[in-house]
């Protein structure tokens, strides 16, 4: 029983419930474990608080847990964190930007061509009868969805948080560059 109440805590604790992909506090723990070499990316969903006042939090829920569900996809060996909201961290251990920036690219692309079907009355919320149901034809127009991305190395800062903090002030150099691009700390 203790067992499963602290297997149920770390749950709760390191990975995030609605994306179900690592959480902050994860990514807290391994930036005190790198190495000299690593990089780190921010995205951020583009306009997502006008996505969501648009069609409402149920389905700014599913944007967000698609974008979990590709980034958990992203080659090059990146672990995927939720940071916050509708910002996530990609962590590449052992690479440097140069290594990454084709498979940030390739996310990035991934995401921007993602077909989102809107759910609505008929879709069903369970996931085996909705893949039943996919390769019907459907009358509803998919929308997509584009994040901004920015990047830092370990060779830019003294310490993790300060990598961190130099994506994240890429990730807004993306943004004011258009968006659904990426950007490095220069």
């Known amino acids: 029983m203790v067992a499963n109440q602290v297997s149920f805590s770390h749950q709760l604790a390191f990975v995030d419930g609605l994306t179900e992909i690592a959480g902050r506090r994860a990514l807290e723990d391994e930036l005190k474990h790198l190495g000299r070499r690593y990089t780190l990316a921010m995205l951020d969903v583009d306009h997502f608080k006008q996505f969501n006042d648009t069609y409402g939090h149920e ?8 974008v ?11 672990s995927a964190f939720r940071y916050g909201g509708e910002e996530f961290t990609l962590l590449f251990k052992g690479k440097t930007t ?7 690219d390739a996310l990035r692309e991934d995401i921007a061509h993602y ?10 919320h369970d996931d085996k009868q909705g893949r039943q ?3 019907r034809a459907s009358d509803k127009k998919p929308v997509n969805i584009t994040v901004s991305i920015g990047y830092a190395d370990a ?8 990598v961190l903090k130099l994506a ?10 258009g968006r659904n691009c990426i950007k490095g700390s220069e």
């Open 68 to 78: 979990a569900k590709q980034m958990a996809c992203c080659e090059g060996g990146a």
């Open 133 to 135: 149901k996919r390769g």
């Open 168 to 177: 994240d002030k890429a990730l807004y150099k993306a943004k004011e560059a």
């Open 155 to 162: 060779s830019q800062a003294d310490t993790p948080e300060d």
């Open 98 to 104: 140069e290594h990454c920036l084709p498979f940030l």
């Open 59 to 66: 389905i700014g829920d599913d944007v967000l847990k698609l």
């Open 115 to 124: 077909p989102l079907v809107l759910r609505d009355q008929s879709r069903p």
